[in-house]
């Protein structure tokens, strides 16, 4: 799954167009306009619309070493209610409508640089490619249109 994959990128926006008032989350915390929040924040992160601070990586700095880095990226399914990094989080998002208009422009933007574009490094990962952030994006949308039944 890739979301420079044209095919990819329609059936998630079409998940996307599937949330509603009603979708209820099968695991986490976040709302539904929280989620859709939380998902455009890291598309932004990987195209440099949003900076966040490199945390201190302790144990997690294996996540740089790219045999680990490519298993998490390309294979390792994501886990269900992880923690994530605070900047990610939007809590006072509370329009659907809003919400998911703005994660499908963000989604369009990331869409139009293409795997060959720059692309920001990632604060656990470091460098990434294009390739990298494609499958990143898409396997990130994927786990949260999961949590909430799309």
Known sequence: MNLFQSSHRAALLERIHQLGPDSQRHWGT???PAALAHMRRQIELALGEL????PKLGALALLRLPVLRELVIF???FPKGAKTAPGL???DADDIDEERRQLEAVIER???RGTDGPWTPHPLFGALGGRAWGTLMARHLDHHLRQFGV
């Open 30 to 32: 976040m709302e539904l």
């Open 51 to 54: 900076e966040l601070p490199t």
């Open 75 to 77: 294979g390792v399914p």
């Open 89 to 91: 989080l939007q809590a």
């Open 110 to 112: 990331a869409a139009q």
